[in-house]
């Protein structure tokens, strides 16, 4: 333990050393004076014979070993001295650094829990599906399929290890206390082979789970079993009534596993009828086998879709080919991904533009000690030491930075998580801080602080610098100056890109707010009461039910009025295909489908423009009548004259009700709708009676009163009609449209703005420390400029000029970025265009504007110096 005691005692016996060096020093000096020499001389002789008593102490520390030790320490506590000593730059290089990589961390950290990994599932890139190809679509796709159809995939085809189907859908669970609606997933018994995830309590399905002798069986989700039933293990082998249906729990899942956001799994028997527990049609995933290509596949599949668009050409297109498979990932890609990759590319400007702002501020630092340097090399120092230290020095900087980095992304991504709308990140999706992202981002930026800030050692041992130490002042080589003139033009042109972006996002919300609603949203009321068609089997009960509720809500003390919808207004479409006659119909030519009463035209504002709405005769004789929008006529009827004419609704069968008579008349025109943020295309509308298919379960309720008032009463009313009939998504159409409509539009205007504010931040602080270390290394220039007769005006001038310049150069290179940045962006806008002239105008205004504030304050201390001091300064 020898080295233990010398490590702690080091200090003692380095100061016995200087004691007794100088002991040695003092004896010689007296043995002199007694030779008869003066004090003086003899101190003079002492010292001479002795050599230097600095490096005989150093010596001799070496001597005792742990010298790197020593350097190292000493390291440090130089580094520490210099970085408090321009503690400026330290703070503003620390927060820079910071806001990059948290930024960085945290945006990179939701991408790869949506878009890397979002699934729990054992070797996800072997679950796939059909990939369906037609020359109708410019994409290809995947779809749903008949029970007899997965049937005959599952049974006539070897591509697959294992097949399961599941189809969604609410259900409702009674029994104890009010009905809940929950999300159901019927599934096949071995949907959790498939998948590779067995419950964490209890057994999964087996097939005689779904034979027709068994009792029925459900699983129940992680999260439904810790809400409703407190994670009691108790929940196994208690029976559940799902739909009328006694159901025994069998198992519970674990936490993320959340196939289709489901709150129960009910394993069913697929057999080849029409529907299964009232849904026709069933979602098919496979775990593909080993060594299947895609052309093996497409040979084995295509032959039997042939067969499936003969049997039933309304629902598949002509010319249907297979493109192979269609991996998991893609076909439940998150709604969040096109935001997500562009945010990817911004967090990454946003840290290159932290990245260089730092590295221009620690270069022009950097020049600042080049003097400095110069001397310590002269008097003996190598490059490897001065190498050492500012490595040190660098990596003490850094040492600072990531801890605070840290809590920036940590807060960063709660920020985000809070901001994402609903229903756009994945349920199994995983999302927490991920260090390998955090340590390339930390890579990044040490990179640019090592690099920069080893620059002046680099040249500090260059002999050609030897006249250093005989200048007055280092401005910095021809080539620093280009180097940071090529910072100041970087940051300005990253900083465009971004700032565009921020300006199109801005725009957009602009056109998202702008389009009118129809309802009042503060005093409109919405809320689904969906009837299961296993306790109101017939039409006749639908219609009854929904009759008498409007009556008795208008009766509801504040209610104005009431009407029906299949849909929530605005947010979702029920969309139904045209056909004229015998003509032929294109497979994605869509109309949205109202199911509705006479009140809705009153309710909406909505004027009519040519014939009537819907009335009570036309609802009560459950009349084939159609009022349709004015670009529905200018769509199908360009020649005018559409009241009177008919047209047949090709695929009504998708409202879970076979018509048995598709052709409706029009009997009205009515104005168009406005279009909704959430649809790509503006389709046209139209109106039916809600008797002619009673699939509609929304209510849209007028209100005297705040929406919210009311949802209690009109509650009371429902469950008075039915005690075991829930309501879902009931809320004021204010709160629907925050919640579906705005938030996406909002979150993504809130984190491009605030990456592209943070960028002009990043870009001014950069400029003005560029421009503010050209003028003071410019001093004595000024100075002699103003002698020879130059004034205040002429010195501003000079400065903001050269500031004026890079930053025309830096729009120069920035505006192919903000091209290129803005047609990335082109499907996250609403009714604005991607090279929007405005936003282009008003960012190519701001940054010359940003460069002039960067270097007001700089130039007006350059032109205040007293020409007789700069002259004489050193």
């Not at 819907?614 to 360009?638: G, K, L, N």
């Amino acid at each position: 333990m020898g080295w233990l005691s010398q490590l702690f005692s080091r200090r003692r016996r380095y100061n016995d050393l200087s004691v007794s060096v100088q002991e040695h020093l003092e004896e010689k000096i007296d043995e002199l004076m007694e030779e008869g020499m003066s004090r003086k001389d003899a101190e003079h002789a002492a010292r001479k014979q002795f050599g230097n008593v600095l490096l005989t102490e150093q010596r001799g520390r070496e001597a005792w070993q742990w010298q790197s030790v020593e350097l190292f320490f000493a390291d440090i506590r130089y580094a520490a001295r210099q970085l408090w000593k321009s503690r400026g730059i330290t703070v503003v290089v620390v927060l820079m650094l910071a806001l990059g990589i948290g930024a960085a961390t945290a945006v990179f950290s939701v991408a790869y829990g949506v878009l890397v990994n979002p699934f729990p599932y054992r070797d996800v890139k072997e679950l796939a599906t059909p990939r369906l190809c037609s020359p109708e679509d410019t994409r290809c796709f995947w779809d749903d399929y008949t029970p007899s159809e997965f049937l005959e995939i599952q049974q006539k085809t070897d591509i697959f290890q294992g097949v399961t189907a599941s189809t969604v859908g609410n259900v409702t669970l009674t029994g104890d206390g009010e009905a809940q609606q929950i999300r159901g997933n019927y599934i096949t018994a071995n949907t959790f082979d498939v998948l590779g995830v067995q419950p964490m309590l209890g057994r999964s399905p087996n097939d005689a789970d779904v034979s027709a002798d068994h009792e029925e069986v459900a699983v129940l989700s992680n999260r439904y079993w810790l809400s409703h039933f407190g994670g009691s293990q108790a929940v196994v082998g208690k029976v559940i009534t799902v739909d009328g249906h006694a159901r025994t729990v069998i198992g519970v899942m674990p936490p993320r596993f959340l196939w289709r956001g489901a709150d129960v799994y009910l394993p069913v028997a697929i057999t080849p009828v029409q529907e299964i527990e009232g849904h026709s049609r069933l979602t098919l995933v496979g775990r593909v086998r080993p060594g299947v290509t895609d052309v093996q596949a497409a040979g084995e599949l295509q032959p039997l879709f042939n067969d499936f668009v003969k049997q039933d050409p309304h629902r598949h297109p002509k010319n249907l080919r297979i493109g192979g498979l269609m991996p998991f990932a893609e076909m439940f890609q998150s709604g969040l991904a096109g935001t997500l990759y562009l945010l990817l590319g911004a967090v990454l400007v946003l840290l290159l533009i932290a990245c260089v702002n730092v590295s221009s501020l620690l270069l022009a630092r950097a020049v600042r000690r080049e003097h400095e340097f110069v001397l310590r090399a002269a008097i003996g120092a190598s490059r490897l030491r001065l190498f050492r230290q500012v490595i040190v020095e660098s990596l003490l900087l850094m040492a600072i930075s990531v801890p605070m980095a840290i809590l920036f992304a940590y807060g960063g991504l709660n920020a985000m998580l809070h901001l994402v709308p609903e229903g756009t990140i994945p349920d199994e999706a995983l999302i927490a801080l991920n260090v390998p992202v955090l340590l390339v981002s930390i890579g990044m930026a040490v990179f640019s602080v090592l690099v920069f800030g080893v620059s002046p050692a680099w040249h500090s041992a260059n002999p050609r610098l030897a006249a250093a130490l005989t200048s007055v002042r280092s401005t910095g080589s021809h080539a620093h100056r280009r180097l940071l003139n090529g910072f100041v033009v970087a940051e300005i042109a990253l900083s465009l890109a971004l700032m565009t972006l921020a300006g199109l996002m801005m725009r957009s919300m602009i056109s998202v707010e702008k389009v009118p609603v129809l309802f009042q949203p503060e005093h409109t009321l919405m809320m689904r009461v969906p009837l299961s068609p296993q306790r109101y089997p017939k039409d006749e009960d639908k219609i009854r039910f929904f009759s008498e509720l409007q009556k008795q809500i208008q009766n509801v003390p504040g209610v104005k009025a009431v009407t029906l919808d299949a849909e929530l207004p605005f947010l979702w479409g029920y969309g139904s295909r045209i056909q004229l006659g015998s003509q032929p119909f294109q497979r994605n030519d869509y109309s949205n489908l109202h199911m509705v009463t006479p009140e809705y035209l009153a309710m909406s504002g909505l004027r009519m423009m040519e014939g009537h709405f819907i009335d009570e005769r036309e609802i009560s004789v459950h009349a084939h009548d159609a009022v349709v929008t004015q670009d529905f006529v200018t769509h199908y009827f360009p020649a005018g004259n559409a009241v009177g004419q008919t047209f047949k609704m090709v695929d009504a069968s998708r409202a879970d009700k076979e018509l048995t008579e598709n052709t409706f008349t029009i009997v009205g025109i009515i104005q168009n709708l406005p279009i909704h943020p959430g649809y790509r295309e503006n389709y046209p509308h139209m109106f039916i009676p809600y008797t002619v298919a009673p699939v509609m379960d929304t209510l849209v309720i007028a209100t005297n009163l705040p929406a919210e008032n009311l949802l209690q009463p009109v509650r009371k009313v429902v469950a008075a009609m039915d005690k075991d009939q829930p309501v879902t998504d009931a809320m004021a159409l204010r709160q629907l449209l925050e919640r579906y409509g705005y938030a996406g539009p909002r979150f993504a205007l809130m984190l491009f703005g605030t990456f592209a504010a943070s960028a002009l931040l990043l870009c001014l602080i950069g400029i003005y420390g560029v421009f503010s270390f050209a003028t003071s290394r410019r001093t004595q220039e000024i100075g002699v400029r103003m002698a020879l007769g130059a004034d205040r005006g002429d010195v501003i001038w000079m400065v903001l000029r050269q500031a004026c310049g890079l930053a025309a150069l830096g729009i120069a290179v920035g505006l192919p970025l903000a091209f290129v940045a803005a047609g990335f962006a082109k499907s996250q806008l609403f009714q604005t265009s991607q090279y929007d002239p405005v936003t282009f105008a008003l960012v190519m205004c701001t940054l010359p504007l940003l460069a002039v504030v960067g270097t007001w304050l700089p130039a007006r201390r350059a032109a205040a110096v007293d020409p007789m001091v700069a002259l004489r300064t050193e």
